[in-house]
């Protein structure tokens, strides 16, 4: 009987990754290995699978041939069947031993997570932590990918295959330099708020699409004179004089502390949303994935909102 090569786990961990990220530069990095590494492991199980070339290169584009794009769903379905089995034996272990992976948004993954995070870490020391930031593709991506088991977003997922659960209220405030002529206000209207320049998140932003559409329902129209794609450096726009902005309540504690910013008095606002913890519809948790996700329903719901 003829003998047959397998290839590793390894090697499917390392092709799936190229897959996924569409490059072998960027996959490298995630797995912590040299591009060589990565490109000479690709190579080897293209000769495991009787040479059969699974990637082809048009210039800088990398994609996969007929025959990796078969490969692929048979290598994920090997990775997501092990690692059930690995779930299986650490519920067996209890939580002695085991690892989280935790993704989020901009927002969840610096406001909100970290403190969850914190207390699980005492609570489990020895349970390795990762945690992704990104946006909602990417994390999106992660789930369905299992590079995460759970995520924190303050916005759910127009997607069947995924299941939220309210955590705690997330309010978007407008804030303001503490010298700005609106502060101090009793309730200042949207249509003289429109007047005022802003500072907003990027295009595709849960916060700027809930601030777009109430001054849209009242045929307003935002004078944007700023985008920006991170929290912190909105905030220090704002302490600028730059502008106004409207962001989460959760991302102020410090600047309202010290009197760097303010919250306006406006009508419409606070915005009410939520935070969620999003997971794979029907997905067996790990037993850490399930103590952060109960850890996470108890601490969240006892933290006091700004």
């Known amino acids: 009987m003829e003998r047959v090569n397998y290839p590793t786990l390894h090697q499917l961990a390392i092709f799936i990754a190229v897959v996924e990220h569409r490059s072998f530069s960027r996959a490298a990095e995630e797995l912590s290995l040299s591009q060589p590494s990565v490109s000479m492991q690709v190579q080897k199980l293209e000769n495991t699978l009787r040479n059969v070339p699974l990637f082809e290169q048009t210039g800088r584009k990398l994609s996969l041939t007929e025959a990796g794009q078969e490969f692929y769903h048979y290598a994920r379905t ?7 089995a690995i779930l299986v034996l650490e ?27 914190g207390q699980f870490k005492r609570l489990y020391p020895q349970i390795s932590i990762s945690m992704q930031v990104g946006n909602r593709t990417t ?44 502060v101090g206000q009793e309730l ?11 500072i907003l998140r990027e295009a595709g932003s849960g916060t700027r699409a809930s601030t777009e559409k109430i001054f849209t329902k009242s045929n307003l129209k935002m004078q944007v004179v700023m985008e920006l794609s991170d929290n912190g450096a909105i905030k220090q726009a704002v302490i600028a004089g730059i502008g106004l902005a409207v962001i989460s309540s959760a991302t102020l504690e410090l600047e309202l502390k010290t009197g760097q910013l303010v919250m306006l008095k406006v009508d419409g606002f606070p915005v009410k949303r939520q935070w969620y913890l999003v997971q794979v519809r029907g997905k067996r948790l790990s037993p850490p994935a399930q103590t952060f996700q109960e850890l996470a329903l108890r601490s969240i719901s006892k933290t006091e909102e700004i």
């Open 78 to 84: 090997v990775l997501n069947q092990m690692d059930e």
């Open 91 to 117: 519920e067996l272990k209890g939580m002695e031993r085991g690892r989280l992976r935790v993704a989020a948004d901009t927002t969840a993954g610096v406001y909100v997570v970290p403190r969850i995070l």
């Open 139 to 182: 994390v999106q991506e992660q789930l369905f990918s299992h590079a995460a088991d759970l995520a924190v977003m303050g916005h759910t997922f127009d997607n069947p295959e995924l299941m939220a659960i309210p955590l705690q209220a997330n309010k978007l405030v407008v804030i303001a330099h503490p010298k700005h002529p609106l």
């Open 188 to 198: 200042i209207s949207l249509e003289n708020l429109s007047k005022e320049p802003f």
